[in-house]
């Protein structure tokens, strides 16, 4: 039959029906099933399709990922005795030098009076905040913790530019019982090494061995099992230990959390000086 009609033909030991727009296809097997085929696109070209279509789709998932990682929030609280260095390891951590716009102000006196957030300028999930010093008039080291808020911080980096204290150790222990991670930061190394080059049997090696000796010691002896030290320049990050520090950041945070601090520790770099 023409004009649109059933029409048949025989076709490889099977038949083939077609009415209409539709296709019937009915196979020669005893089971004689038949099977209708849209017309439209050959199996071939929907096949790809689907392909291409999948593919938008995990693309999509993958930037939506992106977009999650990207707010996630990292709260880091940098604190220690005034003087110490704070404000400069901030903006280290920050990529920035002191006297840059959006710096944290330094100085020779405390400079911070209170708790004071900076976010990092190309990453505004990650915020570094600015401690005021522990043991001063108002943030005595009995009430520290809970004037500073110390919930909403994933970890604390308490600083030195010389030997830890009492305070230092006492921040320490309340922080340990309220089951958050610190880590000591022994700052201005570079000063030590500079002062030492003077001597005339200066050995690097040995210097930062010894500084790293008293500093272990003088935090054991005051309670802390099993001191860890990092021994910093603030001006000169790809030095001594800093790179460990990151190492040992990564490694003791949840896997979100240590991705967002890869993102914003990837361009650290030594431009300071």
């Known amino acids: 039959m023409t004009g649109g009609k059933e029409r048949e033909k025989e076709k490889e030991g099977g038949k083939e029906k077609q009415w209409g727009r539709g296709t019937v296809i009915r196979g020669g097997g005893a089971k004689n099933k038949y099977m209708y085929q849209s017309p439209g696109l ?47 390891f901030v903006n280290a951590f920050r990529e920035l030098c002191d006297d840059e716009e959006g ?28 401690l005021p010093g522990i043991g001063t008039t108002n943030f005595p ?60 049997d200066f ?13 272990v010691q003088g935090l054991s002896g005051l309670g802390i099992k099993s001191p860890q030290v990092f021994l910093v320049s603030t001006f000169e990050l790809h030095l001594y230990d800093f790179p460990l ?11 979100n959390k240590r991705d967002t601090l890869n993102d914003c520790t990837a361009c650290w770099f030594h431009r300071c000086t």
């Open 42 to 88: 050959p199996v071939e070209k929907k096949e790809k399709r689907k392909q291409n279509n999948d593919t938008a789709a995990a693309a999509a998932k993958i930037q939506e990922n992106l977009k999650q990682q990207n707010n996630i929030p990292l709260n880091i609280a940098i604190t220690g005795e005034s003087g110490s260095g704070k404000s400069t």
């Open 103 to 130: 710096a944290a102000p330094t100085g020779v006196t405390e400079t911070t009076s209170e708790v004071t957030p900076y976010p990092h300028p190309n990453y505004p999930n990650v915020t570094f905040w600015d």
């Open 141 to 200: 080291a009995k009430k520290y913790l809970k004037l500073v808020g110390f919930q909403k911080f994933d970890f604390f980096i308490i600083i030195s530019d010389t030997r830890f204290r009492e305070n230092d150790v006492k921040l320490a222990k309340e922080i340990q019982k309220m089951k958050k991670k610190f880590y000591f930061v022994r700052t201005k190394i570079d000063n030590n090494i500079r002062d030492e080059k003077r001597k005339k």
């Open 203 to 215: 050995n690097e090696e040995e210097t930062l061995t010894k500084i790293r000796e008293d500093c």
């Open 245 to 255: 520090l990151q190492q040992t950041l990564e490694r003791d945070l949840p896997s």
